[in-house]
């Protein structure tokens, strides 16, 4: 049924051809259930398992190996083929692996569905299982209940709804049972209606049920997670890029190879391998796996700082990002009231100044005690005195903890003014009174506080009232300023308005309180209860910022970071909250009433000048991440409810609440926070930083040793060499000598003030700045060592291996050298703490024995095709190692020359 909020209650049974008292009859319930299905979420079917191994064997890099892998076979290089193959099964498992980590959002949303629900059928009242309901049936409400489905409210006394999950209202919803004026009316102000999955809070009600399964709000959130299209992380993309390259490169240097061995007249045989060597040579098959084990690593490291990484990508989205989307209530805010502000007619305080005795009103007594007696929530009962758990409403629960930590323990006083009566909040009154009977006065707060009260001597009954500002000062018709009961006047009035007025344009929820002393004789007169009350003064009570999230977001801004608050809470109160975080600095905000009249285009031309937005539904929230994203941002979305979990899956990376977040959001995103700690998110990014600029350093490494291979692959058949470098050699360069130093280049620290620079800009290439031009200099620098010591050895003695062994050898020494010199970007090596990281030390001298195995051990000899060096040799592999760290030292030198410090230069910033 759509919009029925916006019509009459009876215009809604009419519709829904049910009756309020009768209910539906079973045979309609049957009716119904065939044409609607039953009341639940639908899954929709994951990918099979083929189509997710299809996934991992169909890129164009994966396809050439395993066509070299085929060729070797019919040319029975058997130890070649095997070798291809295992490094195309390893990385497909690992793909795979990924890959099958199922989404279980869906399950989650299902357990929000409760098993037992109360209606009303064939004139009778009856419980079913929620699965059962259909549109029109009866549904009783009472506290304590979730909602099984989507209603509209026919009856509503005191009824008030959790709502934070779906809406990310922070306190509960005053619900009532009348229309609705408007025509665009936000899901959070929809006052007349209830939703799947939340909670009411107090009071009971009736409902007729609208929608139920997908056709609930909950449903259309189910529908919008399922829809949204897994995107591919930055550091993904930019792989994916690299892939197409090296691709296109690696087919283009197959045939200029292939060409010119048959034009030199070589067999078919050596023309296959000498392309097969050159298809291994170009592309990395190590690098995959070396970025998958450096994600592994720093995602242990963030599970020590309380992140815990669902999808492993998410650690370098992270340093990617440029936009953080984060909800306010239980993300930014601790989700729960606190009473800041004490306002008496004359002057107000904090409530700090209150607890530490800066005041000595005896006004504010009163105050916090009618706010604690006229009051239906409690305090559970706890070691530690300084943490309350509240038991109630939230908002409630605030007056009582207020009063406990100015001294005024509501279970002490209730002993000594102990209720006897009460009217219960309604919306029309705007207000609740308790009526309390005067037993003793044996707590010295209590005696002095009604003997404040009382000044004209003391009765046997006393009645607070709390509620709206608007509501009390229609009862009210006098006011205690500086301890003396007077007059209310206009001016007096004019001045409390005021006060509320601006209170909660600062965002802070506000409730008066009055009394007046009951006489006996007037027991029975309730109308006069609230009627000519004695105003005493309002609270003021917020969701309070998180003190780290504020330092959190200052570290933000100085990463070039912009946060942007989205929430479904009323915009006053989340500007207010922005404002104190200092996300707000403009001032600006829209709605969803606002979104929703705006085109995609008008709100990109906004996007940028807006920093929060309010009472905004799901859809809205994944609008504003589309329009970053289209903006060509890096969007992170940090959220704990229900309603979050679209947007979570939406953005490049979601960030759950692990404490306070439903399992929803968990299951939704790539990130959980242990702590619900928003700071968490900052050194979660700083690592992600981290670790990309470590993937730059294994791409630069990496790929510079593939380009000496290649020159050396090119350079010998022009030559007139044999194949310089056999297909299992360069597999053995590109797993072993690659893979191992570049696993160690993920232990790197971060460098310089990592957090003091902006995030890579999300169009930036792998190869941005310097990164390309190091790669090919070395490159060639690395190859031009390894043709001419290959060549040279080669004209010595063309009938012996030995050269060939030497070439091998030579590119694994000179990587050696070369990996320690990158492990910064511009620092010298001679300069850099070598013991910084004993795990880099450790890689290269494993790597180093491992390539003396192959040379001196006869059985890897015959796999491998090495021979045993003479120590010359073996000194000039070594001398031209220390070529390539000469020649780094020399390039970094000419790059700090030019550079001035702190300005971005090759690799980062310094």
């Given at each position: 049924?759509?919009n029925?909020?916006l019509?009459?209650?009876?215009?809604?049974?009419?519709e829904?051809?049910t009756?309020?008292l009768?209910?539906?009859?079973?045979?309609?319930v049957?009716?119904?259930?065939?044409s609607?299905?039953?009341?639940?979420l639908?899954?929709?079917?994951k990918?099979?398992v083929?189509a997710?191994?299809f996934?991992?064997v169909k890129?164009?890099?994966v396809?050439?190996l395993i066509?070299?892998a085929i060729?070797?076979?019919?040319?029975?290089?058997y130890i070649?083929?095997?070798?291809?193959?295992?490094i195309v099964?390893?990385?497909?498992?690992?793909g795979?692996?990924q890959?099958?980590?199922?989404?279980?959002?869906?399950?989650?949303?299902?357990k929000?569905?409760?098993?037992?629900?109360?209606v009303?059928?064939?004139?009778g009242?009856?419980?079913?299982?929620a699965e059962?309901l259909v549109?029109?049936?009866?549904?009783?409400?009472?506290?304590g209940n979730i909602?099984?489905a989507?209603?509209r409210l026919?009856e509503a006394?005191?009824?008030?709804?959790q709502?934070?999950t779906l809406t990310?209202?922070?306190?509960?919803?005053?619900?009532?049972?009348e229309?609705?004026?408007?025509?665009?009316?936000p899901?959070?102000?929809r006052?007349?209606?209830?939703?799947?999955g939340t909670v009411?809070t107090?009071?009971?009600a009736?409902?007729?049920?609208t929608g139920?399964?997908?056709?609930?709000?909950?449903?259309?959130?189910?529908?919008m997670?399922q829809d949204v299209e897994?995107?591919q992380?930055?550091l993904?993309k930019?792989l994916?890029?690299l892939?197409?390259?090296?691709t296109?490169f690696?087919l283009?240097?197959i045939?200029?190879?292939a060409l010119?061995t048959?034009?030199?007249?070589?067999?078919?045989k050596?023309?296959?391998m000498?392309a097969?060597?050159?298809?291994?040579a170009?592309?990395?098959?190590?690098?995959?796996?070396v970025?998958t084990i450096?994600?592994?690593l720093?995602?242990?490291?963030?599970?020590k700082k309380k992140a815990l990484?669902?999808?492993?990508?998410a650690v370098e989205?992270l340093g990617s990002?440029?936009?953080?989307c984060?909800?306010?209530?239980?993300?930014?805010?601790?989700?729960?009231?606190e009473?800041?502000?004490v306002?008496?007619?004359?002057r107000g305080?904090?409530?700090?100044?209150?607890?530490?005795?800066?005041t000595?009103d005896?006004s504010?007594?009163?105050?916090?005690?009618?706010?604690a007696?006229c009051n239906?929530a409690?305090?559970a009962?706890?070691?530690d005195r300084?943490?309350f758990?509240?038991?109630g409403?939230p908002?409630?629960?605030?007056l009582v903890?207020?009063a406990?930590?100015?001294?005024?323990?509501?279970t002490?006083?209730?002993r000594v003014?102990?209720?006897a009566?009460?009217?219960?909040?309604d919306?029309d009154?705007?207000r609740?009174t308790?009526?309390?009977k005067?037993a003793?006065?044996s707590?010295?707060?209590?005696?002095?506080?009604?003997?404040?009260a009382?000044?004209?001597?003391?009765t046997e009954?006393?009645?607070?009232?709390k509620g709206s500002?608007?509501?009390?000062?229609e009862?009210?018709?006098?006011?205690?300023?500086n301890g003396?009961?007077t007059d209310?006047?206009?001016?007096n009035?004019?001045?409390?308005?005021?006060?509320?007025?601006?209170?909660?344009?600062?965002?802070i929820?506000?409730l008066g309180?009055?009394?007046?002393?009951?006489k006996p004789?007037?027991l029975?007169q309730?109308?006069?209860?609230?009627?000519?009350l004695?105003y005493?003064?309002?609270?003021?009570?917020?969701d309070?910022?998180?003190?780290?999230?504020?330092?959190?977001?200052?570290?933000?801004?100085k990463?070039?970071?912009?946060v942007?608050?989205?929430t479904g809470?009323?915009p006053l109160?989340?500007?207010a909250?922005?404002?104190e975080?200092?996300?707000a600095?403009?001032?600006k905000?829209?709605t969803?009433?606002?979104?929703?009249?705006?085109?995609?285009e008008?709100?990109?031309?906004r996007i940028?000048?807006?920093?929060v937005?309010?009472r905004?539904?799901?859809e809205?929230?994944m609008?504003?991440?589309?329009?970053l994203q289209?903006?060509?941002?890096?969007?992170?979305?940090?959220?704990d409810g229900?309603n979050d979990?679209?947007?979570l899956?939406s953005?490049?990376?979601?960030?759950?609440m692990?404490?306070?977040g439903?399992?929803?959001?968990?299951e939704?995103?790539d990130m959980v926070l242990?702590?619900?700690?928003?700071?968490t998110?900052?050194?979660?990014v700083?690592?992600?930083r981290?670790?990309?600029d470590n993937?730059?350093?294994?791409?630069k490494y990496?790929l510079?040793?593939?380009?000496?291979e290649?020159?050396?692959?090119?350079?010998?058949?022009i030559?007139?060499?044999p194949?310089p470098l056999?297909?299992?050699?360069?597999?053995?360069?590109?797993?072993?000598?690659?893979?191992?130093?570049?696993i160690a280049?993920g232990?790197?620290?971060?460098e310089?003030?990592?957090?003091?620079r902006p995030?890579?800009?999300?169009e930036?290439?792998?190869f941005?700045?310097?990164?390309?031009?190091?790669?090919l200099?070395?490159?060639?620098?690395?190859?031009l060592i390894?043709?001419?010591?290959?060549?040279?050895?080669?004209k010595?003695?063309?009938?012996?291996?030995?050269w060939?062994?030497?070439?091998?050898?030579?590119?694994?020494?000179?990587?050696?050298?070369?990996?320690?010199?990158?492990?910064k970007n511009?620092?010298s090596?001679f300069?850099?703490?070598?013991l910084?990281?004993k795990?880099?030390?450790?890689?290269v001298g494993?790597t180093?024995?491992l390539q003396?195995?192959?040379?001196y051990?006869?059985f890897?000899?015959?796999?491998f095709k090495?021979?045993?060096?003479s120590?010359?040799q073996?000194g000039?592999?070594?001398?031209a190692?220390?070529?390539?760290?000469?020649?780094?030292e020399i390039?970094?030198?000419?790059?700090?020359?030019k550079t001035?410090?702190?300005?971005?230069c090759?690799?980062?910033?310094l």
């Open positions: 049924m759509k029925p909020h019509i009459g209650k009876d215009q809604v049974l009419q829904l051809k009756d309020a009768e209910g539906l009859s079973d045979n309609e049957r009716a119904r259930l065939l609607n299905g039953p009341n639940e639908i899954d929709k079917g990918k099979s083929f997710m191994l996934d991992q890129e164009v890099m396809i050439i066509v070299a060729v070797s076979i019919f040319l029975h290089e070649d083929a095997s070798a291809i193959l295992i099964i390893l990385n497909t498992i690992l795979f692996w890959g099958f980590n199922a989404e279980k959002a869906m399950a989650a949303l299902k929000l569905a409760i098993s037992k629900v109360h009303r059928r064939g004139g009242e009856k419980e079913i299982s059962e549109p029109g049936d009866i549904v009783i409400i009472e506290a909602i099984p989507d209603a026919i006394v005191n009824l008030r709804v709502e934070a990310g209202e922070s306190e509960p919803v005053e619900k009532i049972s229309i609705l004026s408007g025509t665009d009316v899901l959070a102000d006052k007349n209606m209830v939703y799947t009411v107090y009071g009971r009736e409902a007729v049920v139920t399964g997908m056709n609930t709000e909950l449903g259309n959130i189910a529908t997670l897994d995107e992380a930055p993904q930019r994916a890029r892939g197409t390259i090296l296109g690696a283009i240097l045939a200029v190879v010119v048959y034009l030199r007249g070589a067999h078919l050596e023309m296959f000498t097969i060597s050159m298809a291994v170009a592309i990395p098959e190590g690098l995959p796996a970025v450096a994600l592994a720093s995602a242990q490291k963030m599970l990484i669902r999808h492993l990508p989205t990002v440029t936009v953080i984060s909800d306010k209530t239980g993300t930014l805010t601790q989700n729960r009231m009473v800041t502000d306002v008496l007619p004359d305080y904090t409530m700090d100044e209150v607890i530490n005795g800066k000595a005896t504010i007594g009163l105050l916090l005690l009618a706010g007696l239906d409690g305090l009962d706890k070691d300084e943490d758990s509240i038991i409403d908002t409630e629960g605030s903890i207020a406990q930590k100015a001294g005024i323990s509501k002490s006083i209730e003014l102990p209720r009566a009460e009217f219960p909040f919306s009154r705007k609740m308790t009526l309390h005067i003793n006065l707590e010295n707060m209590v005696k002095e506080v009604l003997e404040l009382a000044q004209e001597g003391s009954y006393i009645a607070f009232t500002i608007d509501g009390l000062m009862v009210c018709t006098h006011v205690m300023v003396k009961i209310l006047t206009a001016d009035k004019d001045k409390i308005l005021d006060e509320n007025k601006v209170m909660a344009q600062n965002g929820r506000v309180t009055a009394y007046k002393f009951i004789a007037e029975d309730t109308e006069r209860w609230e009627q000519q004695i005493i003064g309002m609270t003021g009570m917020i309070p910022v998180r003190p780290e999230a504020v330092e959190a977001v200052h570290l933000c801004k990463a070039g970071i912009r942007v608050m989205i809470d009323h109160t989340a500007w909250i922005a404002r975080l200092g996300i600095e403009n001032g905000f829209l969803g009433k606002d979104l929703s009249s705006m085109s995609v008008d709100l990109k031309k940028n000048d807006v920093s937005f309010a905004v539904s799901p809205h929230k609008i504003i991440i589309d329009a289209e903006m060509n941002q890096i969007v992170s979305m940090t959220g229900v979990a679209p947007a899956k953005a490049d990376i979601g960030v759950a692990g404490i306070t439903t399992d929803v959001s968990k939704a995103s242990l702590d619900d700690n928003f700071a998110i900052v050194a979660a700083k690592e992600g981290t670790i990309f993937i730059r350093k294994f791409v990496i510079a040793g593939n380009a000496g290649i020159m050396v692959m090119l350079t010998g058949p030559l007139g060499m194949i056999l297909p299992i050699q360069i597999l053995w360069i590109n797993l072993v000598t690659d893979g191992v130093p570049a280049l232990y790197e620290e971060a310089g003030n990592v957090m003091e995030p890579f800009r999300p930036e290439g792998i941005s700045r310097g990164i390309g031009r190091q790669i200099t070395m490159g060639f620098f690395v190859g390894c043709i001419v010591i290959g060549f040279w050895f080669w010595i003695d063309p009938e012996s291996g030995a060939q062994t030497m070439t091998f050898t030579t590119l694994t020494f000179c990587q050696m050298a070369f990996v320690l010199c990158i492990r511009l620092q090596i300069t850099t703490n070598l910084s990281n795990v880099m030390l450790l890689a494993i180093l024995t003396l195995i192959l040379i051990v006869s890897f000899n015959t796999v090495t021979e045993p060096l120590a010359v073996l000039v592999c070594f001398l190692a220390a070529s390539v760290i000469l020649a780094t390039e970094k030198l000419i790059i700090r020359r001035l410090f702190g300005t971005e090759g690799d980062g910033r």
